[in-house]
């Protein structure tokens, strides 16, 4: 089917390859900067190579205590990997149950999943969830930040409409035939044929968690931050440095780079998947 | 048997991430015994030597600086927030003079320091210093006193060289008796050198020009004593309101906005030649420019004759699970050897009277701007100065009359409109 | 296998009568937890004056009526459209055109297509303050670039919502840009034959037959845009470091960002509460006209 598209003009090559630059440019430069000494602030036109400074800029940035910047990656990783795991587990159970399962009340129950997607719960909720935390003395606490993201309903969607389409009702039948309870088959049929969705949805999860900042900055506080809030106490407390800043960000950043070079083409193609139906 | 591999890994994965999300959160070194101590500061306490030897000396405590550049906008908030919900702020928080005041009545959220032996430390402090960190009705011991932000004006030599003015402090100092005379010198330097303004950006100049006239007409500003809203109806707030933008008008200020990355930047862009200068501004002046502009600041007398910008004081909350240390912790750093300190480290100029008198402080000469005597022009007249009364909400509408003035800068507002905004929007934030 | 014990029976009925509400229950519960109950409890709030440490006033509507005589307020909503105009119109322009050529036969189509996503992998902390020191006033590369020496961006409504939306736009229109193309490829080649064969230009065809043909997709990012759309909040606020008043005069200061000031610098939870709820109003009514303007999309009913 591809074949019968037609061939990429000289025009439209030389716009995509502008969207290239303009996509990877701020990203590049921002490791640019991370290499340099901070001779090259307010520099016009701004440096465009890299420098030998990444070593020099990274001792400071682990000098500077207020920002916890170590800390802030290992608060990251442990809560978008409990979220990502908690998401893709709890979002597949449902998603097997709305796709498969008959019982009563599934679709009312699939349409409210629905319409939860469409409430802008990190803003509505921020208030009263703020309250709900401080009276609970979880404010400041990693928990605080894990627990209300422990499920969404993008995540449910999503695999519903994986399952549906990936695992045929006779292969569900037969292992019904063959005795296999309810959460067997969910284990030894579904979950393994959910591979490439899991991948997809877990990874999309990650990059979200890892990089929320609001609801971070009003329950936590800078002693115990994500990287998110290290990044935003780097850019606040200190006088101005801004290659230590920028190596900051551009540190903050190399995680999920390196998620996206390994598992770029799956991301896409969740994406794409997801976008059809 | 492939089943339970997988089921087995996946609730690996699960344990392992949950044991790890368990073992974070405690603030303390398990059984090390060793306690940490957070303190809060905002702009520029010179603390940190001072952090190092109190950790060498109490090898039982652990301190954790975070420090905030901005104040107003940022610290001010977090730090209510922390302590309206009863957890989050430091075991030792520094409160400026304005928002102290707006604290004086809340004196159930911090430890009374009489109650850890602060009551005998009164002769430490200059009298109104001491005073101030009283809760409202006296029977509480709220915050020890820092420092003090006796006026001057700081000043670039070598652009002022170029504009063909005199670079000797004194000389300088003599140029501008008054405000009036301030901004015509402005007009002589802005004459000769362009790229740069002559003063950075209105709201230090602002609330510096304010500070100065309050104790000529009732000695407050924008709340008189009975807690009445008077922005509108007290001269010194329109006075120094109207200098500022006279400045403006003749295309003599930058208008940056103080601790914002621009203004940082500016001082090694030659942005500006002149600053209104708290004695704590040093350190931020110094911080900020660097080793390449040594020797290219310089420090005169303020124009108008002196003045009190405020200062800061340590407080303990009464949320701090180890009261007891962080009362010893504040007690240290305000003591007479601490003020000392931190006047060497960032200029931050004493409230005790040894420390003021002691040779180290009064005698002091600042290598980084052309070796200026600091202790004689700041400390010499400090133990003479008074404070401006300031109104429990003072924080508020000292931000909404900063905004304006930024917006007038921008052209956003002329003056007038700019004064009839500052005035409305100042008495929402009063009520 | 036959199951003719009354207690194995018992177990398979549960298994298929149960299972299924076992297996949703941890989302619903969940989500009852963090989401349903604070949705409530925000009503509940905004009908007080309420302060953390527990001392509450009822007040009824008092926030209510109060927000909608606040300047402050419908600034914020102002912004808050201007902004959402300003960033996705040109960016669903964009990811359109964008798609469009990414769906061409060429080599390389994946290293194309990770490019365009790539935007996604920062942080908006991180976008923020690299496109905060591009816009800087003095000595910014945006600056340097244009020719405007010395022009503040935050100075101005309609600079400020421009540098705003580019951060926006840079993140953003890739992935939409994705979207489309995925539901490009499910349009059947054979109408564009019959198109082509009738004479109809590229560019006709893109009109005619790619953007009506596209229409859910569109409807959906059109959505999904409102909502990220009306309810921006980091950006504008690394832009002014960290400060939620958006500006010496709130020139962008955005609905959410309102409703930040009140909760956690004035420390007023319930007319904070009234803002979110007024904020979740205005996401639903801009949801539907960006639906019913969508749906218009390519003439045909």
């Known amino acids: 089917m591809n074949d019968s598209l037609p061939r990429a003009t000289l025009l439209t090559r030389v716009m995509l390859a502008a969207a290239l630059v303009l996509s990877a440019f701020p990203i590049y430069w921002m490791f640019v900067i991370a290499t340099r000494g901070n001779d090259v602030v307010g520099q016009v036109p701004p440096p465009l190579l890299p420098g030998g400074d990444l070593g020099d800029n990274l001792e400071r940035l682990w000098a500077t205590k207020d920002a916890n910047f170590l800390l802030g990656l290992t608060n990251s990783a442990i809560v978008a990997s409990t979220v990502t795991v908690s998401v893709v587990l709890l979002s597949s159970l449902a998603g097997f149950a709305f796709a498969k399962l008959r019982f009563r009340g599934r679709n009312p129950l699939l349409v409210l999943v629905l319409l939860t997607m469409a409430v802008p719960l990190q803003q509505m909720g921020i208030i009263p969830l703020y309250i709900m935390m401080v009276k609970l003395g979880w404010a400041g606490e990693l928990k605080a930040v894990i627990l209300p993201f422990l499920v969404n309903a993008f995540g449910v969607f999503f695999m519903r409409q994986y399952v549906e389409q990936a695992i045929p009702d006779e292969l569900i039948e037969a292992a019904r035939v063959d005795g296999c309870s309810t959460l067997r088959i969910y284990w030894s049929i579904v979950f393994p044929a959910l591979r490439p969705a899991i991948a997809v949805l877990g990874l999309l999860t990650f990059m979200q968690t890892w990089n929320e900042f609001i609801w971070p900055m009003v329950v936590l506080t800078p002693s115990n931050p994500t990287v998110q809030l290290s990044l935003s106490a780097l850019n606040g407390a200190h006088f101005q440095d801004y290659t230590l800043v920028f190596t900051g960000t551009a540190l903050s950043t190399v995680p999920l780079i390196v998620i996206f070079v390994l598992f770029g083409r799956q991301i896409v193609g969740g994406i794409m998947e997801g976008a059809v139906k | 048997m492939k089943l339970s591999r997988k089921t087995a890994a996946l609730a690996a994965v699960l344990a392992g991430v949950l044991a790890a999300g368990s073992a974070c959160g405690a603030d303390d070194d398990g059984g090390s015994g060793r306690i940490t101590l957070v303190v809060d500061t905002f702009g520029s306490f010179g603390y940190e030597e001072l952090f190092t030897q109190y950790e060498k000396d109490n090898p039982g405590v652990k301190i954790e600086h975070r420090n905030e550049k901005e104040h107003e906008k940022v610290y001010v908030p977090k730090l209510l927030q922390y302590l309206e919900a009863g957890s989050g702020a430091g075991d030792v928080v520094a409160l400026e003079e304005g928002i102290l005041t707006s604290l004086r009545g809340q004196a159930d959220r911090f430890v009374d320091l009489a109650d850890h032996g602060g009551a005998a430390l009164e002769s430490d402090f200059i009298k109104w210093k001491w005073d101030l960190g009283k809760s409202v009705d006296g029977s509480s011991l709220m915050a020890l006193g820092t420092d003090v932000g006796s006026l001057a004006l700081c000043y670039r030599t070598d652009l002022f060289a170029k504009a063909g003015l005199p670079t000797d402090r004194a000389e300088v100092g003599r140029l501008w008796p008054t405000w009036a005379d301030y901004v015509a010198t402005g007009e002589r330097f802005q004459a000769k050198v362009s790229g740069t303004r002559f003063v950075d950006g209105p709201a230090a100049l602002f609330n510096a020009i304010l500070s100065q006239e309050a104790p000529k007409h009732g000695n407050y500003t924008y709340f008189d004593t009975s807690e009445n809203y008077v922005a509108d109806k007290n001269p010194a707030v329109k006075t120094a309101f109207d200098l500022v933008n006279s400045l403006k008008a003749k295309n003599l200020s930058s208008g940056l906005k103080s601790f914002t990355p621009e203004w940082q930047t500016g001082f090694k862009k030659d942005s500006f030649a002149t600053m209104a200068c708290p004695a704590w501004m040093l350190g931020v002046i110094k911080e900020n420019s660097g080793d390449a502009y040594a020797d290219k600041w310089d420090v005169a007398a303020v124009p108008g004759g002196g003045g009190n910008w405020g200062g800061s004081y340590l407080a303990v909350p009464k949320q701090s699970k180890h009261p007891e240390e962080a009362a010893e912790l504040a007690k240290f750093l305000t003591g007479p050897q601490s003020q000392i300190a931190a006047f060497k480290a960032v200029n931050a100029l004493p409230t005790s009277p040894q420390a003021l008198a002691d040779p180290q402080v009064a005698q002091a000469v600042n290598g980084y701007f052309n070796d200026a005597p600091v202790g004689e022009i700041f400390a010499a007249g400090a133990s003479s100065l008074q404070p401006v009364r300031l109104g429990v909400k003072n924080v508020e509408v000292r931000t909404v009359f900063e905004d304006v003035l930024i917006a007038i800068g921008q052209g956003k507002l002329t003056p007038a409109e700019g004064w009839t905004k500052a005035v409305e929007d100042g008495r929402d934030k009063a009520e | ?301």
Do not use: C
Not at chain 3, 75 to 93: C, D, E, K, R, S
């Open chain 3, 1 to 301: 296998m036959k199951q003719n014990r009354p207690l194995a029976r018992a177990v398979t009925w549960f298994d298929l009568k149960a299972a299924p509400y076992v297996l949703i229950s941890p989302y619903f519960l969940l989500f009852a937890v963090f989401g349903l109950f604070p949705l409530g409890f925000t009503v509940w709030v905004s009908l007080h004056d309420w302060e953390l440490a527990g001392d509450r006033a009822w007040l009824g509507f008092t926030n209510y009526t109060e927000l909608l005589v606040d300047a402050d307020f419908w600034n914020a909503v102002v912004n808050t459209l201007g902004m959402f105009v300003l960033a996705t119109i040109p960016q669903l322009l964009l990811a359109l055109v964008l798609a469009n050529a990414l769906n061409k036969r060429m080599r390389f189509r994946l290293l194309y297509r990770l490019g365009v996503l790539v935007p996604m992998v920062t942080s908006i902390v991180a976008v923020a303050v690299v496109f905060g020191q591009l816009f800087a006033r003095d000595h910014g590369a945006f600056n340097w670039l244009l020719g405007t020496d010395g022009l503040d961006w935050q100075a101005d409504k309609l600079t400020s919502w421009t540098a705003i939306s580019v951060m926006v736009d840079w993140r953003w229109t890739g992935y939409n840009a994705l979207i489309y193309l995925a539901a490009m490829q499910a349009i059947p080649r054979d109408l564009y034959e019959a198109a082509a064969i009738d004479g109809a230009s590229p560019r006709r065809q893109f009109w005619r037959i790619t953007v009506p043909m596209l229409r859910p997709a569109i409807i959906f990012t059109a959505l999904t845009s409102t909502i990220g759309g009306l309810s921006l909040f980091t950006e504008p606020v690394m832009f002014a470091q960290g400060d939620v008043g958006g500006g010496s005069l709130g020139q962008f200061q955005t609905v959410a960002m309102y409703m930040y000031e009140s909760a956690f610098r004035d420390r007023d939870y319930g007319y904070a509460s009234a803002v979110a709820w007024m904020l979740f109003l205005l996401i639903l009514l801009v949801s539907l006209v960006s639906f019913l303007f969508t749906r218009r999309i390519g003439g045909t009913k």
